[in-house]
């Protein structure tokens, strides 16, 4: 199903729509007040952007680096060319430690790769641990959000769904006492792991570290308490030196929730003795996208979510409507790379209105690489006829000033005379769920050359 | 292994060197009151902040926030009130029932109210992390504007774990209500010496 139809499921029920929209605009209202609070904060994003262009242009050279180093400290390190690969690679360390339980912080990488299915058909438990994780995770659904996975359930749903699961009390979706709930319910989980996975949100190439930052210190729990920690990454993590995540740890946050930095920002560097580190590198079409002079600049991407927050489109079609990993304007420009034919609707959930540009910490040009795949994918896939010809109609139109003034007219006319049923019909898109404007009597045009008449 | 397929695709595909920027430390630079700053952003994340005129009078100020802590590891010499002592050996799923851990911290961020803290402050990575509560000592002197100049500050240690902690854990993942207390400390005090 293409996006629209996807968003029209989402936006049956009209009051979720509504506070789905407001939520995240609210979102995006705290990290405005963030970012404002912060001298320098255009040079920030400069020097970012600057940093992770000068990584895609040396990336060979900084994950050889990266490696050297991080196997002096002691870390394992793994290369993974797709999704199986890493899956059998992570299955390979988990089987040599005979591990049966694991728990996993929040990682898009393990998401994109599917990861839980691959280890939960060998019998191993994997349990995520992130709180909206782990509600999505009992729904059986993916994140709707990169950062608020759980953004598209109402806090009653989420009270049934523990009430299965975890076996609490009806409490009207009281938050305090959910949370309360999967703190002991988890705390469980993680005194029990064999290993614990993670993602990286940044990979330091001078120094081998990674730093994983969470809010709620689940990562850091699993990964102190399990006797093997295993850290996937998608290979754009890289940054050259450690002194770059000062500029990106204060851009993280305040883009993504508007809080001054996550609550731990973990600085992984060497194993604790007498316990084993993994890395696993993965390329899974990111060097594909490398290639790509027009796109390659969405690699930047540090996973804030900052677009999503902000995108009128994003608010309110929901996560679940792009059908992708990573949803929303970033995950619309990555998507195509990926499968263009499968993703072929989402350059076109777009406004183009440039917001999504304007918040993204590393300034990736996001509506104009969403342009951009649109010309790439009228060329290679398919149209609908529909689609086709009423384009084809209205280039006809626009490239004749007569026929754009005659179709004018007639339209205002039809406007504003025609019955409502007519106007309002099943035909007409813009009529759903909205009223047109009001119908002037003359266009610019005409009320221009009057103007001039009467100077 | 897919290495070497993955290097060379990367060699092929990359575009021209792009220079490697310097950061202008002259665009962030800004005279403001490093502890208030820090104490207001401390606040915002969740935190509290107790400034003491001694270290002395930190175990008595501690009695009174946490009457109730039993089980304490101190990894600190100023506190007198550890009744659990902790060792690089000691088993970190056995602290699971510890309800408050006292951690110096290496240095402070103003601008966004975090502490940092290595390996060697608290020996058990586990810690900070499993209490039920944490107190952090973070002397005035150590309190930096901002990230860049704490990353200087740290680039000399021994890099093994450590961690930047704003405030105490967290979740706002149902309806975005902010509930504090996720997986790690469910509050942060801080003391200012």
């Not at chain 1, 995006?28 to 895609?56: P, T």
């Not at chain 1, 390329?283 to 027009?294: A, F």
């Not at chain 1, 989402?346 to 440039?354: Q, R, V, Y």
């Not at chain 2, 792009?18 to 009151?33: A, R, T």
Request: proline fraction near 4%; charge should be neutral; charged fraction near 25%.
């Amino acid at each position: 199903m293409a996006h629209a139809d996807e968003a029209a499921v989402f936006n049956k029920d009209e009051a979720k729509v509504d506070w789905h929209d407001k939520a995240l605009w609210f979102v995006r209202q705290k990290r405005d007040k963030s970012a404002h609070n912060v001298k320098g904060w255009e040079n920030l994003r400069d020097l970012a952007s600057a940093i992770k262009a000068n990584v895609l242009s040396n990336l060979d050279g900084y994950l050889l680096q990266f490696e050297e180093n991080a196997q002096k400290n002691g870390v394992t390190v793994h290369w993974a060319a797709d999704a199986e690969e890493h899956n059998k690679i992570v299955h390979s360390i988990l089987a040599k430690h005979d591990v049966k339980k694991v728990v996993k912080s929040k990682s898009m990488l393990t998401e994109e790769c599917h990861l839980n299915p691959y280890l939960e058909s060998h019998d191993i438990e994997v349990i995520d641990t992130d709180l909206g994780e782990r509600i999505v995770q009992l729904a059986q659904e993916p994140p709707s959000h990169i950062v608020l996975p759980a953004i598209h359930k109402r806090k009653e749903e989420v009270d049934v769904l523990f009430q299965e699961h975890l076996g609490t009390k009806p409490c009207n979706g009281d938050p305090q006492y959910l949370t309360s709930e999967a703190r002991k319910h988890l705390r469980d989980k993680f005194l029990k792991a064999d290993a614990a996975i993670t993602g990286v949100n940044f990979a330091v190439a001078d120094t081998g570290g990674f730093v994983v930052c969470t809010n709620e210190g689940n990562a850091d729990m699993g990964a102190h308490l399990a006797k093997v920690h295993i850290a996937c990454m998608g290979m754009e993590k890289l940054i050259p030196q450690e002194k770059h995540l000062g500029v990106f740890l204060r851009l993280l946050a305040r883009s993504a929730t508007g809080q001054p930095i996550t609550t731990y920002s973990s600085h992984f560097n060497k194993p604790e003795p007498g316990k084993e580190m993994h890395i696993v590198i993965v390329d899974n079409g990111r060097t594909e996208q490398l290639s790509r002079e027009d796109f390659r600049a969405s690699l930047h991407c540090i996973r804030c979510g900052a677009c999503m927050n902000t995108c009128p489109i994003y608010r309110r079609s929901g996560g679940h409507s792009y059908k992708a990993t990573i949803p929303g304007p970033i995950g619309s420009i990555l998507s195509p790379g990926i499968d263009l034919k499968k993703h072929s609707s989402l350059p076109f959930a777009s406004t183009l209105c440039g917001s999504c540009s304007d918040v993204c910490p590393v300034k990736i040009n996001i509506h104009e690489q969403l342009y951009k795949w649109r010309q790439v994918i009228v060329k290679d896939v398919p149209q609908p006829v529909v689609k086709k010809t009423v384009l084809k109609i209205a280039g006809s139109v626009l490239a004749n000033s007569k026929m754009y003034s005659f179709v004018g007219k007639s339209s205002r006319f039809m406007l504003k005379h025609a019955p409502r049923f007519l106007i309002y019909s099943k035909l007409n898109a813009w009529g759903k769920a909205r009223d047109l404007p009001e119908v002037k009597n003359e266009n610019f045009d005409e009320w221009y050359k009057k103007r001039k008449k009467n100077e | 292994m897919s290495r070497e397929s993955i290097l060379k695709a990367v060699k092929k595909n990359k575009p021209e060197s792009l220079p490697l920027p310097e950061i202008d430390l002259s665009f962030f630079e800004e005279e403001i009151n490093l502890v208030e700053t820090f104490i207001d952003n401390l606040k915002f994340v969740g935190g509290q902040a107790i400034q003491l005129n001694a270290i002395e009078a930190m175990d008595a100020e501690i009695k009174k926030l946490y009457p109730k802590a039993s089980k304490i590891v101190s990894c600190v010499k100023e506190s007198t009130l550890g009744t659990i002592s902790i060792n690089k050996d000691t088993e970190p799923h056995g602290l699971e029932d510890i309800d408050l851990a006292i951690i110096k911290g290496e240095l402070a961020v103003a601008e966004n109210g975090a502490i940092w803290i290595a390996e060697s402050d608290f020996t058990i990575r586990a810690l900070p992390f499993i209490t039920n509560d944490l107190i952090l000592i973070v002397e005035k002197k150590d309190i930096y504007l901002h990230l860049h100049h704490v990353y200087e500050a740290i680039s000399k240690r021994e890099r093994t774990f450590g961690v930047f902690i704003s405030g105490p854990s967290k979740t706002a993942d149902i309806e975005q209500c902010l509930v504090v207390g996720a997986h790690g400390a469910m509050s942060l005090t801080v003391f200012i010496v």
